[in-house]
């Protein structure tokens, strides 16, 4: 499986934008996949993520309320809807995928990444 994030702008805060990533491979169906951001300076920290059928997902508290990721299986595609986006948020997103499991775990079980993609927000 390959990975393909996209989406990504300069937003001002309060604003929205939806991030998107496609997957090659017959076998996305069946994967946990996440989406984890990196800041400058910082490291890698888990936003959020969504079981095999999308029945389950799990949010970082910074993004309940706010972020929704969703996935469709039918065309490959996982993908993260932010809302009332703040300064904070700036960061690469990455999408993930843990081909060992159905449901997340943890972001070191994630194996497999996609490239980033660049969210901005202005104050």
């Known amino acids: 499986v390959q990975l393909q994030a996209s989406g990504g702008g300069l937003v001002q805060a309060g604003g929205s934008l939806r991030l998107s990533c496609t997957a090659s491979?017959?076998?996305?169906?069946?994967?946990?996949m996440g989406w984890f951001r990196q800041a400058p300076g910082k490291e890698r920290e888990f936003v959020a993520a969504?079981?095999?059928?999308?029945?389950?997902?799990d949010y970082v508290d910074s993004a309940k309320g706010r972020f929704t990721i969703s996935r469709d299986n039918a065309k490959n595609t996982v993908d993260l809807q932010m809302n009332s986006l703040k300064p904070e948020d700036t960061a690469v997103y990455y999408c993930?995928?843990?081909?060992?499991?159905?449901?997340?775990?943890?972001?070191?079980?994630?194996?497999?990444w996609g490239s980033g993609t660049l969210v901005t927000v202005s104050s």
């Open positions: 993930a995928a843990d081909p060992q499991r159905s449901y997340y775990h943890s972001l070191s079980g994630m194996s497999i």
């Open positions: 491979g017959r076998t996305f169906s069946r994967y946990a």
């Open positions: 969504i079981s095999w059928s999308g029945g389950t997902t």
